[in-house]
Structures are given as C-alpha cells and as structure tokens.
C-alpha cells in the first residue's frame, strides 16, 4: 500500500473533501503541482482548475477555485472560495458562462473588467474540463 496524507479541503459553504490520500494534484499560478507524503511544509496559492485526487489506488477529480494551501509534515488543507465534483456542475451553466465571459472579453473593459471576465472564463473552462474528462 502506498504511503498517505490526510487532505483536507474546505470552502465557507462546506467541508468538500476529507481523509486520507496517496497524492494530490492541483494547478498553481506557476503550474500544475504534485504533492505525496513527505512533501516540505509550504504554503502555496491555488489557481482555477482540476484537482486529482488519489484515493485508495484510485482517482478522482474535481473543480477548485482560487483558494491558498498549506503543507505541514501532518496533512494538507486546501481553502477556496469553491470546490465541485463533476456531478454537481451543470455543464449547460458552465458554457453559458464561457460564451458570456468570451463576449464580454470582445469588448473594450476597464482594467478590473477584464481581470473578471478572465476569472469568469477561466472558471467556466475548468468545470468544463472535470465533466468532460470524467464521462
């Protein structure tokens, strides 16, 4: 059996996901990043996108927003503003989102707009993402 870490993750709506792993990967501002037992303690922002989760020799995936993370010799705890399973997007949303979000990227937008309308995409891109790679 593989070595494991407690992962804890958490939004202000709920406790999404708790126990015991072999892995984590999730996606950084500098990129996509791995941790396993025995990773250095660190504290590491969390960007728009999936998260792979293994679990018992299997994965699972899910959509984080943007959130902080915390390594500690002990467990990892994921804070972010949101986290769904494929099962619980509405995929029909999420395009919606994506169309609104490229139309309004179109337009000339104050500065703060643009930053939105980038968030917004990229949000709508990632559940997009986790329900199509877990059909």
Known sequence: MASTFFLEIATPNRKFFSGEVEMVVLKTPEGFMGILKDHAPMVVAVDIGPIR????????EAFLSEGFMEITKEK???????????????ANRA???RERAQERLQRKL??????????????????????????
Do not use: F, H
């Not at 989760?53 to 699972?60: F, P, R, V």
């Not at 990892?76 to 509405?90: G, K, Q």
């Open 76 to 90: 990892t705890i994921i804070l972010c503003d949101t986290a769904e399973w494929p099962d619980e997007i509405d």
């Open 53 to 60: 989760i293994e679990q018992n020799g299997k994965q699972i």
């Open 95 to 97: 395009e919606a989102a």
């Open 110 to 135: 104050s500065q703060i707009e643009y930053i939105r309308s980038r968030a917004a995409l990229a949000r709508a891109m990632a559940r997009l993402k986790v329900t199509k790679s877990n059909k």
